[in-house]
């Protein structure tokens, strides 16, 4: 059977380094309901950026930066990864994207952070 990939477009601190998780539970949410403390856990993450220090030496340094979460309805996805830290995603709240992730409740799903 194929796992399926579970992607996202940066290293999320809600990830902890898991490289695989299941799917536990799936509902449908409204942005206007989120509150802001969950949007934030969902959607913080850290870069590396370029920065100068007083020498003008190309250095880079750590920043904390958050994703954009389209307003409107939204699929919520419950996970629980390989180290047995849960964690929760959501994803754009088409019915075909609820019908896809609802359908796949219980199954394992490897995880796939852009450019790592």
């Known amino acids: 059977m194929k796992t399926e990939k579970l992607k996202f477009d940066h290293p999320f601190f809600k990830l902890y380094g898991q490289k695989t998780a299941k799917l536990i539970h799936i509902d449908r949410v409204s ?3 989120l509150d802001p403390l969950m949007v934030e856990m969902d959607t913080q993450y850290s870069a590396i950026v370029p920065d100068k220090d007083e020498g003008h030496e190309e250095v880079t340094r ?3 930066r958050t994703c954009k979460l389209k307003k409107g309805g939204l ?6 990864g390989d180290k047995n830290i849960p964690f929760t995603t959501l994803r754009n709240g088409r019915d075909s994207t609820f019908r896809r992730y609802r359908d796949q409740v219980g199954d394992t799903f490897d995880i796939v952070v852009k450019g790592e």
Do not use: H, Q, W
């Open 75 to 80: 699929v919520l996805l419950v996970f629980l």
């Open 62 to 64: 750590r920043e904390i």
């Open 31 to 33: 942005y206007s309901d």
